[in-house]
Structures are given as structure tokens and as C-alpha cells.
């Protein structure tokens, strides 16, 4: 499985982004895909997960009721939507496919795209 994520950028703070996540390969045996983050000096971080069907999703209190993770099934593409960012959302922003479960830590995944950096500017 390949991952792509795209979508990054600067905004200021109270914008929207959106960053997506394409997938090819053997996208048949992915269970779920998260995202996660990392600022400067600061270790990885959770950011949503989705899991194949759509149905289940998870967030950390930090983003929840502003970041929606979607599936575009037709296209093998999962997307993060963020609303009302903040300065502290700041980072570059992964996103990752794990074949067994939804999880929420990094070793629960298999296979990781390249990051795409978000900036917001207060």
C-alpha cells in the first residue's frame, strides 16, 4: 500500500484546510486510516482515524467537533477536514493505514505517506 497526502499550507488562524490522503496498491486489505501530526520538538501525535466502511471514527478532545476525517471510496481517498484552526495545529500531518484495527497509536499502523506541512499563523 501506497499513501499520498496532499493539502497542506498556511492559513490563518480561524481558516479551514483540507488534506487528503491517496491510497493505491493493495488498498483491498486496509482496515482503517489515520492521521496523525507532529510539531517542531514534539513527538507524533493522533489526529482522527476512520475505519473501511466510514462508520467509526475517533478523534483526541484536542480536535474533536473541528477536524472530520472522510472516505471517498470511488477514489481510495480519505480526507481530514479542519476547521478553525489554531496556531497550535501546527505541524506536519501523516497519514497511515493499518490492516488489522482503528488505532489511535503509531504502532497500530502499517504503512505511512509522506507528511504535508500545515501552518497557521495567529
Known amino acids: 500500500v501506497q499513501l499520498q497526502a496532499s493539502g497542506g499550507g498556511l492559513v490563518q488562524a480561524g481558516a479551514s484546510l483540507r488534506l487528503s490522503c491517496a491510497a493505491s496498491g493493495r488498498t483491498f486489505s486496509i482496515y482503517a486510516v489515520g492521521w496523525f501530526r507532529q510539531a517542531p520538538g514534539k513527538e507524533r501525535e493522533f489526529v482522527a482515524a476512520i475505519n473501511w466502511g466510514g462508520g467509526t471514527t475517533d478523534y483526541p478532545d484536542s480536535v474533536k467537533g473541528r477536524f472530520t476525517i472522510s472516505r471517498d471510496s470511488r477514489k481510495n481517498t480519505w480526507y481530514l477536514q479542519m476547521n478553525s484552526l489554531k496556531p497550535e495545529d501546527t505541524a506536519v500531518y501523516y497519514c497511515?493505514?493499518?490492516?488489522?484495527?482503528?488505532?489511535?497509536?503509531?504502532?497500530?499502523?502499517?504503512?505511512w505517506g509522506q507528511g504535508t506541512l500545515v501552518t497557521v499563523s495567529s
Open positions: 497511515a493505514a493499518g490492516l488489522r484495527r482503528l488505532g489511535v497509536r503509531e504502532d497500530e499502523y502499517n504503512y
